[in-house]
């Protein structure tokens, strides 16, 4: 995996990152993409259920916990380079491989509680990992920013990919709460919907509200932020769920909500 094959694989796959990280220092940006190709490579491995996605995520985790000598593949080369550079919570990884582990095992969530578990593990270590390559001004306060940021992001995932996530037989929802609103079925999700981005909306508030304890990259994450946010509210333009598809944000919306993410962050 080299720094080229991350970046092509960022603006390949996810673009509204991709678009973020311009805004990145120079400094920190190639090792920004070098991590999410990291994060990236291990969740589509364990979500293609390809063979070696099991080994792969236990080399990581072996790397995180410090508990042997992890085999060198390819995410672990990676780390150990980035570990020379930056003091990288490997405690995060060890959450993040736990994460993978429950969807290797086709893990539901019964309850909210365990919904904010799985999206701490899967997105907000991502986002306590990216903090602490940015760098904090309070850590105690820029820690439970930056994962609840993370968490945000991972839950507007969730919503964003309902239909997907059905079709493919996988739910991130909440038992409890499918019971109590009903859905995800389309037409029938609309008191779900706005349930769940109410949800995600608290994160992001409490995400935001940290972007500035970050000693750089502050332009990029409230970009991103302020982007990805948007998809709730075009689910919300769209009749929350009254036809199946995924909610796409128009590239002039997205860049116009990026630009006021960067307005809000100097």
């Keep these: 995996?080299?720094?080229?094959?991350?970046?092509?694989?960022?603006?390949?796959?996810?673009?509204?990152?991709?678009?973020?990280?311009?805004?990145?220092?120079?400094?920190?940006?190639?090792?920004?993409?070098?991590?999410?190709?990291?994060?990236?490579?291990?969740?589509?491995?364990?979500?293609?259920?390809?063979?070696?996605?099991?080994?792969?995520?236990?080399?990581?985790?072996?790397?995180?916990?410090?508990?042997?000598?992890?085999?060198?593949?390819?995410?672990?080369?990676?780390?150990?380079?980035?570990?020379?550079?930056?003091?990288?919570?490997?405690?995060?990884?060890?959450?993040?491989?736990?994460?993978?582990?429950?969807?290797?095992?086709?893990?539901?969530?019964?309850?909210?509680?365990?919904?904010?578990?799985?999206?701490?593990?899967?997105?907000?270590?991502?986002?306590?990992?990216?903090?602490?390559?940015?760098?904090?001004?309070?850590?105690?306060?820029a820690r439970p920013a930056a994962a609840a940021l993370g968490m945000a992001m991972q839950r507007t995932n969730i919503l964003r990919d309902i239909d997907e996530d059905l079709a493919s037989g996988r739910s991130y929802l909440a038992a409890e709460v499918l019971d109590r609103l009903g859905g995800p079925e389309p037409g029938r999700r609309a008191a779900l919907l706005r349930d769940q981005i109410a949800r995600a909306d608290a994160f992001y508030e409490q995400g935001i509200a940290g972007i500035p304890l970050l000693r750089r990259g502050g332009r990029a994450v409230a970009a991103a932020a302020f982007m990805y946010r948007e998809i709730l509210r075009q689910i919300e333009r769209e009749g929350y769920g009254s036809r199946a598809g995924r909610a796409v944000v128009p590239a002039r919306r997205r860049l116009l909500v990026a630009a006021r993410g960067v307005a809000l962050a100097r």
């Design 1 to 141: 995996m080299t720094v080229a094959e991350a970046r092509a694989t960022t603006r390949r796959v996810a673009r509204t990152f991709a678009l973020a990280c311009r805004l990145l220092p120079p400094g920190v940006r190639d090792d920004v993409y070098l991590l999410y190709l990291v994060f990236r490579t291990l969740d589509d491995l364990v979500d293609e259920r390809r063979p070696e996605a099991a080994e792969r995520v236990g080399a990581a985790a072996a790397w995180a916990s410090r508990s042997g000598a992890a085999a060198a593949t390819p995410e672990v080369v990676i780390l150990r380079d980035l570990a020379t550079r930056h003091a990288l919570p490997r405690e995060a990884f060890a959450d993040f491989c736990a994460g993978m582990k429950q969807d290797l095992r086709g893990e539901r969530p019964m309850t909210e509680a365990d919904v904010d578990r799985y999206c701490y593990r899967v997105a907000g270590t991502v986002g306590l990992v990216m903090a602490s390559i940015l760098g904090m001004r309070d850590p105690e306060r």
